[in-house]
């Protein structure tokens, strides 16, 4: 059981580029979400989905999309990075507890 | 509107004393609460966790107080590790998918 893995664990963008994080579980869960965490703060949602197909906003979607095709993939897409995109980004699988990938560090210049 | 506060940025403390984390809410809908522990470069990770129909819950060295009147809860670790030192963040689920409302972290450094 690898639970929850991320790729990459870092990247560096240029302003404008765009990119797309990967997230994997292999526990068949249901319920999984994207955070991102700045200096300082706690995590705060971005996407979350219930299933295969549904997906839903958080607290912080502008900027990203989400798609669920598969119960174990959810991709977290970044269109024309911008420089308060830069931080570090957690996706999470539910199974009475959240489980979190390691995540991955992104910074944009 | 923070709903889950956690107003301690960092906390220091000796080996094999009691440390001592709060976490401050202001939804009294908030009916269970979590605590995650997160090292440097890793994901956090579940510690222990509580029902707001109990007061205390215990898990070896970590035991977490609530407080509904005062929408306050605690985690104490005793006794404290160097291991423990971590960012401890307070959370808890609302909505229909379960998604967590995080407070900021408290940086504990537990000192040999």
């Known amino acids: 059981n690898a639970g929850v893995t991320q790729t990459p664990k870092f990247r560096i963008l240029k302003i404008g580029q765009s990119m797309t994080l990967q997230c994997t579980q292999d526990?068949?869960?249901?319920?999984m979400y994207w955070y991102r965490q700045d200096p300082g703060m706690g995590l705060k949602l971005i996407y979350y989905?219930?299933?295969?197909?549904?997906?839903d906003k958080g607290e912080v979607p502008n900027g990203y999309n989400v798609s669920r095709s598969t119960t174990e993939d959810f991709p977290l897409r970044l269109e024309l990075a911008a420089p308060s995109q830069t931080s570090v980004y957690f996706c999470?699988?539910?199974?009475?507890?959240?489980?979190f990938g390691p995540g991955t560090r992104l910074t944009v210049t | 509107d923070q709903q889950v506060k956690q107003n301690s940025p960092s906390l220091s403390v000796q080996e094999g004393r009691i440390s001592i984390l709060n976490c401050d809410y202001t939804?009294?809908?908030?009916?269970?609460f979590l605590w995650y522990k997160k090292y440097p470069a890793e994901g956090p990770t579940f510690l222990i966790s509580?029902?707001?129909?109990?007061d205390k819950n215990e898990d070896g060295r970590f035991t977490v107080f609530l407080n509904k009147s005062a929408k306050h809860l605690s985690l104490h670790i005793v006794p404290s590790q160097p291991g423990d030192s971590a960012v401890y963040f307070c959370a808890a689920p609302s909505g229909s998918a379960r998604q967590l409302t995080f407070g900021s972290g408290t940086q504990l450094t537990v000192l040999p």
């Open positions: 999470a699988s539910e199974g009475g507890e959240q489980y």
């Open positions: 509580i029902s707001s129909i109990k």
């Open positions: 526990m068949n869960h249901n319920y």
């Open positions: 939804n009294s809908m908030f009916d269970y």
């Open positions: 989905s219930v299933g295969a197909g549904i997906t």
